[in-house]
């Protein structure tokens, strides 16, 4: 309890903390509330399906029936907007959940055994890391095909050794402190002194460092999903949508800025929410790191 | 320092070995038809997929089939880009200039405005110029490279028509491939100041300036970030306060002292910079159109054209490695300490 209030006292007292933890409040909210903020036509199969009102090529503005307006094939950009917003959280956090999970049990086990599991699993990483993360991430989802479930598999498979390297380093250092060796000589298992002893004390820069890379992994899904390697055309996900809109910020003859709209407004949802997960992590990383006192 | 390298540059071609292992796992799960599309050069050879199959021996184990492959790669013999209608070699000689020169003419800027306003962010703390510096770094790591670019196009060459995106104009393009112009380095506006064609010069840079805007403002977050927070540091510590009891002005203390220290981690960081900037090609290419390396292998993924993508993808692997090698050498060259370790 008195963490916690310890907590909210810092997230107070940081008033940029606190726009990002406002930010990223809005966008729970808008996902939660999504069916009420945009209903989906009844009868529709697929919730995450953007309702099409008619075929026409060119975007339409902003108007009373389209607030935001529409895209390229008349694609919603307010449903979109709202709908994507359950998107983009199911992709960051199982993105960032799965790849933290496994980069800590992973570095764990080459951290508390050594020897060649060590090697063995260092050696990958070295290979995963010689990646720049979007240029395997895009040869993986081309591989496996476009689709939105292989842009998270793809992410997560680039993120994972970053924290398998950072818990990895941690975990040599806690073994040998004096509760492990304490631990042991009670007849602890091996399995007992890492799960138990080890990984929760090594725990917290492998999460400061996930909570301050949330922001990137929402970039790069945005981005396979702009090079067209994400969800199918007309799924609510901010990425794609943005990739309608690149046949059209010439705008027309005599109003260049006629299609403004299908570039900013998703746009400009990408970035408050990555904004908002960045201003999270420095916020987190400020409370959770003692050496900040 | 020699042994340091040594050591250094003996990994370079494990870490390759690995990358290729990885491309070639990645690729098994290919059915055996489609990889022998890295064969076929000509569509009259379709008709005879099942013999080319025979022939590459893609029917067989997989460690007889990476053999197979790495032999070829050996021999420089990278298949045929179907994207980039040319052979692999060639579409690398071809577009890897295109990159380096727009990489290199971010980089310098990067570093120039990331270490001086991370500089006078630390110095002038809680300033005007610091929080606009805190600002551009924050708003920098926040928006992603496409919604900058696009937006950015739509100002510039949509409403402006300044600055247009792809590579050249018509009239440069028939210039650069005309008889009487020399390709001395690849390099376009070197190539074109060499050649003493003024308004082309000025035409490929003008078509370089919005990428290489993006790709700065995209990437001097992180060093303006860490460069304010190393020099923050510094500028509490012993020596510093030791230099200003002396009563040396405090320009000196800056540059001559904390910086100095400073340059450290900015060493190290030049190469996750270099990274950041091979990674950020890959779209800043794509949205501007730009003929380089990132926008050829984005092509090669989206229509599956296996050749394209492991040409591109083990070339930004390899520079990728070679760039943190630099950097681990830079470091040790910098960096006393490291060396006695080593």
């Keep these: 309890m008195d963490r916690l209030r310890r907590i909210f006292k810092l997230l107070r007292q940081r008033p940029m903390s606190m726009l990002g933890t406002a930010i990223i409040a809005t966008f729970v909210a808008i996902a939660a509330l999504a069916p009420v903020l945009a209903p989906p036509e009844a009868g529709t199969r697929d919730n995450y399906q953007i309702p099409q009102s008619g075929y026409s090529s060119d975007p339409v503005r902003p108007s009373r029936e389209h607030w935001f307006g529409t895209t390229e094939q008349q694609y919603d950009l307010y449903y979109g907007m709202v709908w994507g917003a359950r998107t983009a959280f199911k992709v960051a956090l199982r993105v960032v959940g799965v790849s933290v999970f496994v980069g800590v049990l992973l570095g764990g086990i080459a951290g508390f055994y050594g020897g060649w599991v060590d090697e063995i699993l260092m050696r990958m990483t070295d290979v995963v890391l010689a990646f720049p993360d979007l240029v395997l991430a895009v040869v993986i989802v081309a591989i496996y095909g476009p689709s939105l479930e292989h842009v998270m598999w793809a992410v997560m498979f680039v993120s994972w050794p970053s924290y398998a390297r950072l818990m990895r380093g941690d975990v040599l250092s806690i073994k040998e402190r004096e509760f492990v060796v304490a631990a042991r000589a009670l007849g602890a298992s091996d399995a007992r002194i890492l799960f138990r002893h080890i990984i929760p004390n090594a725990l917290y820069p492998v999460l400061i460092v996930a909570s301050l890379s949330t922001g990137s992994v929402v970039i790069t899904a945005a981005a396979l999903s702009f090079l067209g390697l994400g969800a199918p055309v007309g799924y609510a996900d901010w990425g794609q949508l943005i990739s309608l809109s690149r046949n059209w910020i010439m705008g027309s003859s005599g109003n260049p800025f006629e299609y403004w709209h299908t570039v900013f407004i998703p746009g400009a949802t990408i970035f408050l929410f990555v904004l908002g997960w960045n201003l999270l992590g420095d916020a987190v990383r400020d409370i959770l790191d003692p050496l900040q006192d | 320092m020699l042994r340091y390298i040594l050591k250094r540059l003996a990994f370079l071609p494990v870490v390759m070995f690995g990358v290729t292992l990885l491309l070639f796992i990645c690729l098994q799960t290919l059915s055996p038809a489609m990889r022998a599309s890295l064969y076929v050069k000509d569509p009259r050879q379709l ?143 070197l190539d074109c100041a060499l050649n003493r064609q003024w308004s082309a010069a000025l035409d490929v840079a003008k078509h370089m300036v919005l990428p290489a805007c993006t790709l700065l403002y995209i990437s001097v977050a992180l060093l303006l970030r860490i460069t304010r927070s190393a020099m923050l540091e510094e500028l509490g510590r012993d020596y510093v306060r030791t230099a200003r009891a002396k009563g040396l002005p405090e320009s000196v203390v800056v540059r001559k002292h904390a910086l100095a220290n400073v340059l450290i981690p900015i060493v190290t960081l030049s190469s996750l910079l270099f990274v950041g900037l091979l990674g950020g090609v890959v779209i800043t290419e794509t949205v501007f159109d730009f003929p380089g390396i990132g926008r050829w292998g984005v092509q090669a993924a989206q229509q599956l054209d296996v050749p394209g993508v492991l040409g591109s993808t083990m070339l930004a692997a390899f520079l990728f490695v070679l760039a943190n090698l630099l950097s681990d050498v830079l470091y040790a060259l910098v960096d006393p300490r490291i060396r006695v370790g080593a």
């Design chain 2, 47 to 189: 008709a005879q997929l099942d013999a080319v199959i025979e022939k590459y021996g893609l029917n067989k184990p997989v460690y007889v089939q990476y053999g197979i492959w790495l032999r070829q790669v050996a021999h420089g013999d990278l298949g045929y880009s179907e994207t980039a209608k040319m052979p692999v070699a060639e579409a690398i000689r071809s577009f890897l200039p295109a990159t380096i020169e727009l990489t290199v003419l971010a980089f310098f800027p990067i570093l120039f405005v990331g270490v001086t306003f991370g500089v006078l962010s630390a110095v002038y703390r809680d300033r005007l110029i610091d929080h606009v510096t805190r600002f551009v770094a924050i708003t920098g790591y926040s928006l992603p490279s496409f919604v900058l670019g696009l937006i950015l196009l739509m100002i510039f060459y949509g409403r402006l028509h300044w600055l247009p995106p792809g590579r050249y104009t018509l009239d440069s393009d028939m210039l650069i491939h005309g008889d009487r112009f020399r390709h001395w380095s690849g390099l376009l506006t």
